[in-house]
Structures are given as C-alpha cells and as structure tokens.
C-alpha cells in the first residue's frame, strides 16, 4: 500500500525513511545547490539541455560527491520513454543506452534519473542488495517500466516481497490538464484507470494525477511504496517543470536528478 509519510525535505535533497537502511543512500535532488544560470538555475543535470556542458557535469559532480564518489560512478539513460529496464555492472563507456530503468547490485555505482514533471521511482532490496531506478513518464507507467524494472531486480537477486519504492517529486493532478484522446486510451485499458481523471475547465478535457496512478502500478506490482506529495510544475523555485517552461514560453527546460546508490 502507498504510504505518504517519513518524508524529510533538506535545502536540496528529497529523502524517505522507506529507503534508507544501512547501506543505501538516495536522494531526490532539487534545482538548488549547483553552478548554472538562467533558466537552468541552479542544480540542471540535464545533458540533453542546452546549458552550458560544464556547468552540467559541475552540477553531476556534485550530485556524484553527496554520495561519495566521483562524477564516473554516476550512471544515467538515454530515457526514452519505455518500458525497458536494464542490469548494469559498471558505468557507461561512451553512449547511454536507450532505456528508462536500470538496476545494479554493485556498490558503489550510483543510478540517477533525470525528470522535469515525470515521476523518478527509486528501489531498494535492502535485504539482498539490489537497487533500482525509473523515469515514469505517463507513457512508461503505462507501458509497464515499474513493472519492468522491479522484474530486473529480481532477475538478478531480489525477491518482490522485499523491495520497496519510492516516487519522488512529480507534476500533480492540480497542473496536469490532458486532451479526451489520452483520457480514452487508459480507461478503454482499464475502467479502474477512470479514478485518476477529473473535469478540467477546459470543455472535454481532464486533469490527470500521474502520481496516483503510479503508485496503483506499484502497488499491483506488489511494491511496497512511499509517494512524495511534492509538485514539480507548483514549485518553481526548488523544481523544474517541462510543463511550466511551455506555459512560460520559454526556449529549454533544466533536469533534476533522483539517484540511489549501494
């Protein structure tokens, strides 16, 4: 079952009780604490962003060194949008491979995930010593990348009973208004999915909570979970927003990292 508690906010940093256990270390990280400018301000992790290349692997830097480690050790995805999840033994050498899940049970590799209104889902087996990470966009929870990524943990060692997730910072119903085609495409899926719809102002239209349906694929997926009630696209000084960012009419958009790290 979802759970909203044990939530401690730090000037830059997310946590939950939920997973930290000796032995694993995580964080939500926020827009604050790092080098860039602008609309980038301050902590953008975003190589795809027009920022400045070296503010961002400043930014990384400083991401990978709260953990412990150098820049190297810090592993991010070519995110995509999918539902595929992927085992990883060392850092990346050359390109990202294209993927929205990963899972590791080396210490010391630190797994980040970049979002801008999509949900970042950390996991921990704490028991067998797995970890995972997630991008769940609406089209990767719905496509099964929570799925996806908890069946790799237990691909290499961990047992679904003992995982545990969290979903950090994400954009909330309040701010998510969609189109009656996407309404469509979930509830023709599943009539459950029709909860996670309200009118919006906007004849046709609904206001979707991203949130909530993440935690129901969670919680189908037997994953003991926490949900971070935290809006990316409220929160325009701590978080940044894709969402936001097209309403503003402005040119790019800055990533905040989730990470986890054995």
């Known amino acids: 079952m979802a759970e909203s508690g044990a939530i401690a906010p730090m000037t830059s940093v997310f946590m939950t009780e939920r997973l930290a256990p000796a032995g694993i270390r995580h964080g939500f990280f926020t827009r604050?604490?790092?080098?860039?400018?602008?609309?980038?301000?301050?902590?953008?992790?975003?190589?795809?962003?027009?920022?400045?290349?070296?503010?961002?692997?400043?930014?990384?830097?400083?991401?990978?060194?709260?953990?412990?480690?150098?820049?190297?050790?810090?592993?991010?995805?070519?995110?995509?949008?999918?539902?595929?999840?992927?085992?990883?033994?060392?850092?990346?050498?050359?390109k990202r491979p294209e993927a929205d899940g990963m899972v590791t049970r080396?210490?010391?590799?630190?797994?980040?995930?970049?979002?801008?209104?999509?949900?970042?889902?950390?996991?921990?087996?704490?028991?067998?010593?797995?970890?995972?990470?997630?991008?769940?966009?609406?089209?990767?929870?719905?496509?099964g990348i929570l799925e996806a990524t908890a069946e790799a943990m237990i691909a290499v060692?961990?047992?679904?009973?003992?995982?545990?997730?969290?979903?950090?910072?994400?954009?909330?119903?309040?701010?998510?208004?969609?189109?009656?085609?996407?309404?469509?495409?979930?509830?023709?899926?599943?009539?459950?999915?029709?909860?996670?719809?309200?009118?919006?102002?906007a004849d046709g239209h609904a206001m979707f909570d991203l949130p909530a349906f993440i935690g129901l694929r969670l919680e189908r997926a037997g994953i003991a979970h926490d949900i971070i009630d935290h809006c990316t696209y409220e929160d325009e000084d701590g978080l940044f927003s894709y969402r936001r960012t097209t309403h503003h009419g402005e040119k790019d958009y800055g990533r905040q990292l989730s990470a986890i790290a054995l």
């Open 32 to 94: 604050r604490g790092g080098v860039s400018t602008g609309i980038y301000e301050s902590l953008n992790c975003g190589a795809g962003s027009a920022d400045r290349p070296e503010d961002v692997a400043e930014n990384r830097a400083r991401v990978a060194r709260w953990f412990g480690h150098g820049a190297e050790r810090l592993a991010s995805l070519h995110q995509c949008h999918s539902a595929e999840a992927i085992r990883i033994d060392a850092p990346f050498a050359g």
């Open 106 to 143: 080396t210490p010391g590799l630190v797994l980040g995930i970049l979002t801008a209104d999509c949900g970042p889902v950390l996991f921990a087996d704490p028991k067998n010593g797995v970890i995972g990470a997630a991008h769940a966009g609406w089209r990767g929870a719905f496509s």
């Open 157 to 201: 060692g961990a047992e679904r009973q003992s995982i545990v997730a969290c979903l950090g910072p994400t954009i909330s119903r309040r701010a998510y208004e969609v189109g009656p085609e996407f309404v469509d495409r979930f509830v023709e899926t599943d009539q459950a999915f029709a909860r996670f719809f309200t009118p919006s102002s």
